[in-house]
């Protein structure tokens, strides 16, 4: 998920006009949202429960001090910034130059001296063969080709993605969605299925389908709004409408209830 840099939390808007189960006022909500330019994905107020692992600590566990980290599709490098201690050297890339603009921005805040960021495409990373010890990839595209080159022998590889039946009820309830309709596990077929074409030795598979609950309504179309969960939500004649009462009827004491559905990919050469 893309972080942008904070300026203003949702929190200082006024929304005690909001009622539940109002679809005009949802979209009232969203338009305002939308004019928060800035806001930092950080700082959504969502808690969730039965996760099977943390994927970064995961990366770790195969790691030494003396160990070289590629992280692919990085992002702003927050969470490779938190891991820095655990390597010699850490080198994150991304195809976004706006989002490398922000991973050294935040490099220069943490003060890392071993973590270097660099726009890359994915399918050509320009490093020396055999390179990395260990290379990670969260929520992000990957070239099992590539990895297998810039991987040492006994490397791992590691890459967490988001499974076909994600916010599955939400997917539902609009009729439409990022891979809605899909086979769950299709993907992680197909990445496996590539990863022992290009050549390593050893893959093992794992899943979570965890519950998600997002506290406010805001804290869930900003969701929606900045990610491809819904294509085009809010453009939709009935979107709103399909919220309103999506809402209402998965409601809990903490939250509106979804799921976060994730596998994860170990392969060593």
Known sequence: MRNFRYTRTLSEIDFSNMQKGKSSNYQDLYDRVGRLTG??????????SGEKWDFYKEVIKKAGKSSLLLDIGTGGGERILKIAQNFLLIVGVDLSISMIGTAKKNLQKSQSANVRFFQMDARSIAFPNSFFDVISCRHSPFFADEVYRLIRKGGYFLSQQ?????????KQAFGRGQKFGEKDGKAMQSYVKNLKKAGFSEIRTFNYDAVELYKTPDDLIFLLRNTPIIDDFGKQPKDFEILSAFIEQNTETKGIRTNSKRYLIVAKK
Do not use: A, P
């Open 39 to 48: 806001w930092d994905f950080s700082r959504l107020k969502v808690s969730s």
């Open 162 to 170: 988001v499974s076909e039946h994600d916010k599955l009820n939400i």
